[in-house]
T-cell receptor
Framework: EPEVTQTPSHQVTQMGQEVILRCVPI?????FYWYRQILGQKVEFLVS????????KSEIFDDQFSVERPDGSNFTLKIRSTKLEDSAMYFC??????????????FGDGTRLSIL | AQSVAQPEDQVNVAEGNPLTVKCTYS??????LFWYVQYPNRGLQFLLK??????LVKGSYGFEAEFNKSQTSFHLKKPSALVSDSALYFC????????????FGSGTKLNVKP
């Protein structure tokens, strides 16, 4: 069964540095998502992306964050000038369709981001 | 405001017994509800969804969920628990107007003891 893959599995970064988290969604999927899960807390929606632009974003997704689909396969989340509170597990997800038939999201295994 | 509540941080059940993991929701518009399971160091895996129709929804691994509109609940159930069902379970709802925005509960840790 096709999977969403995320790299790296664990990223350690100094506070203030930029970090890029990478995701390869399922190849025929059209809608892409990033979520954040701070240790012991709920999974929080960050952003959805369709047709090379942001579809929805949460209040968490401020100017520090950006997303990009630089080629036909990768979907990236960039965090500029990281803060200690950015430490979390970041999950990428994709679905085949969005506003039409309601499809479940397929999640990657996540990237654990640790800010020192 | 859209939200999901899972009132129990942890549910303990003996193998072979029925299990219930509770979820209540608040959403504008029609509720589109989901259950996901998360095993250690893995991403969330889809179990089942409610969109419309029959209030009892059947999903993967023998799980089912009952949609109750009057109680705004979507509890996850299984008639006979297995030790391998032990995991973290998340309820989620799609935003009623912003269709590409989803809200997740805080998760419930299910412990099934042999």
């Amino acid at each position: 069964e096709p999977e969403v893959t995320q790299t790296p599995s664990h990223q350690v970064t100094q506070m203030g540095q930029e970090v890029i988290l990478r995701c390869v969604p399922i190849s025929n999927h059209l809608y892409f998502y990033w979520y954040r899960q701070i240790l012991g807390q709920k999974v929080e929606f960050l952003v959805s992306f369709y047709n090379n632009e942001i579809s929805e974003k949460s209040e968490i997704f401020d100017d520090q964050f950006s997303v990009e689909r630089p080629d036909g396969s990768n979907f990236t989340l960039k965090i500029r000038s990281t803060k200690l509170e950015d430490s979390a597990m970041y999950f990428c997800a994709s679905t085949l369709t969005g506003t039409g038939e309601v499809q479940p999201q397929h999640f990657g295994d996540g990237t654990r981001l640790s800010i020192l | 405001a859209q939200s999901v509540a899972q009132p129990e941080d942890q549910v303990n059940v003996a193998e072979g017994n029925p299990l219930t993991v509770k979820c209540t929701y608040s959403v504008s518009g029609n509720p589109y509800l989901f259950w996901y399971v998360q095993y250690p160091n893995r991403g969330l895996q889809f179990l089942l969804k409610y969109i419309t129709g029959d209030n009892l929804v059947k999903g993967s691994y023998g799980f089912e969920a009952e949609f109750n509109k009057s109680q705004t609940s979507f509890h996850l159930k299984k008639p006979s628990a297995l030790v391998s069902d032990s995991a973290l379970y998340f309820c989620a709802v799609r935003d009623g107007y912003n269709f590409n925005k989803f809200y997740f509960g805080s998760g419930t840790k299910l412990n099934v003891k042999p």
